[in-house]
């Protein structure tokens, strides 16, 4: 079956500008997750999901940073007044539920902020 | 807090010799533990997880690891490397504090030399 996709691959945005970032998860995940991968910082968790609800957006590094899903389905990130500091890689993943349930991820979106 | 460090950013093995990538994690509950390789461009591919059954998890791509409570390691084998092996390898831990998000190791760059 279709796997967790993202779109886009790539963006490349000025510094300044707002970006979208997609996730469409595996068909009857119930969990969705955000993290992110920099060269400074590695992966680190941005936020989590379940259904359309998020408990933990613990991860969210400010204000700038928000998410929202959809039908308990489609998840879009959402970078206000972007900085060169978001540049990263940002990989959305799925999991039927949540506990020992596997993780699976997107290829993620590379973003580059000018 | 949960926590893993992967010892060796970089490793190096020649094709068929044995490939060893340390894990060690810090948890204050029974952790659930994971192996996810990740090849140039790409997402993160599951290798293996443990979730407290036995201790010796076999995965894909001939990959094997060993929960060690004791030592509180995880660390992924394989007897023989191939060419395909070279990729990053990245250890995590589900933080079992109710949302299961992952806490990843730094990564470890496998090179396999010829």
């Known amino acids: 079956g279709a796997g967790v996709s993202q779109s886009p691959s790539n963006k490349v945005t000025e510094k300044g500008k707002d970006v979208e970032l997609r996730c469409d998860p595996i068909?009857?995940?119930?969990?969705l997750y955000w993290y992110r991968q920099s060269l400074g910082q590695g992966l680190e968790f941005l936020i989590y999901f379940q259904g359309n609800s998020a408990p933990d957006k613990s991860g969210l590094p400010s204000d700038r940073f928000s998410a929202e899903r959809t039908g308990g389905s489609v998840s879009t990130l959402t970078i206000q007044r972007t900085q060169q500091e978001d540049s990263a890689v940002y990989l959305c993943?799925?999991?039927?539920?949540?506990?020992?349930?596997?993780?699976?991820f997107g290829p993620g979106t590379r973003l580059t902020v000018l | 807090a949960q926590s893993v460090t992967q010892l060796g950013s970089h490793v190096s093995v020649s094709e068929g010799a044995l490939v060893l990538l340390r894990c060690n994690y810090s948890?204050?509950?029974?952790?659930?533990l994971f192996w996810y390789v990740q090849y140039p461009n790409q997402g993160l591919q599951l290798l293996l997880k443990?979730?407290?059954?036995?201790?010796l998890v076999k995965g894909i791509n001939g990959f094997e690891a060993e929960f060690k409570k004791s030592e509180t390691s995880f660390h992924l084998t394989k007897p023989s490397a191939h060419m395909s092996d070279a990729a990053e390898y990245f250890c995590a831990v589900s933080d079992a504090s109710g949302t299961y998000k992952y806490i990843f190791g730094t990564g470890t760059r496998l090179k396999v030399l010829a």
């Open positions: 443990y979730t407290s059954a036995a201790t």
């Open positions: 993943a799925s999991s039927y539920d949540r506990g020992t349930d596997t993780q699976y």
């Open positions: 948890s204050s509950v029974p952790p659930y």
């Open positions: 068909s009857g995940h119930t969990a």
